[in-house]
Nanobody
Framework: VQLVESGGGLVQAGGSLRLSCAAS????????IGWFRQAPGKEREPVAC????????LYADSVKGRFTISSDDAKNTVYLQMNNLKPEDTAVYYC????????????????????WGQGTQVTVSS
């Protein structure tokens, strides 16, 4: 199982970034796949996830209306389009996948059957 992320960087507040996560080694369509983030001194928190087979998406309240998760099933790749970025979005963003899609994003956990990407830094300047 491999998750390879790209697309992080430095942007001014109000700007946009798009993260990509290329997945391999597991059935892409029926897994929950998405992003967590971890800011300095804070716990890692789920941000958004989706399941491509039914296009179900889940978002944290803090990013609803600003972030959009989508997938290109032919490429086994998930994207996180981040618009209207705020300084509080600054964090390391980790792609993650797990066989189970949670009922709510707040309770999304990556089990021993899941996988993590290496992380990509997103920095939003004020």
């Amino acid at each position: 199982v491999q998750l390879v992320e790209s697309g992080g960087g430095l942007v001014q507040a109000g700007g946009s970034l798009r993260l990509s996560c290329a997945a391999s080694g597991f059935p892409f369509g029926d897994h929950a796949i998405g992003w967590f983030r971890q800011a300095p001194g804070k716990e890692r928190e789920p941000v958004a996830c989706m399941r491509s087979e039914d296009r179900r998406t889940l978002y944290a309240d803090s990013v609803k209306g600003r972030f959009t998760i989508s997938s290109d099933d032919a490429k086994n790749t998930v994207y996180l389009q981040m618009n209207n970025l705020k300084p509080e979005d600054t964090a390391v963003y980790y792609c993650a996948a797990d066989p189970v899609l949670p009922v709510h994003i707040r309770i999304w956990r990556i089990s021993e059957l899941g996988s993590w990407g290496q992380g990509t830094q997103v920095t939003v300047s004020s």
